[in-house]
């Protein structure tokens, strides 16, 4: 059987528009194909740097998709520098 592995970020825009197409994908191949994912944490400099150019990806990100709505970026917290506790969460509730 074939294994497909998806590498996300839980807080990436393009992780965030890719979860349909994931899921119809494993729907689809869900006999043919063994699925997995694992946390491909950015590094510190892939964050956005102000909550403008968290907007300008989310914009970019969201046109691309024809999303009729555009993502928020009021979650960023230009301090932090690596946000480790939403992939931990992610991986927390796979093990439970």
Known sequence: MAKVTYYLEVISSWCYW????????????ENKVEFDWKIAQMPPDSY??????????????????????????????PEIKEYLVPNYVAEAARLS
Do not use: H, N
């Open 18 to 29: 890719v979860e349909p197409t994931w899921a119809e994908l494993k729907r689809r191949f």
């Open 48 to 77: 956005p740097r102000s909550k403008s150019q968290c907007d300008w990806f989310y914009r970019r990100s969201g046109s691309i998709v024809r999303s009729p709505f555009m993502l928020s970026s009021d979650w960023l917290e």
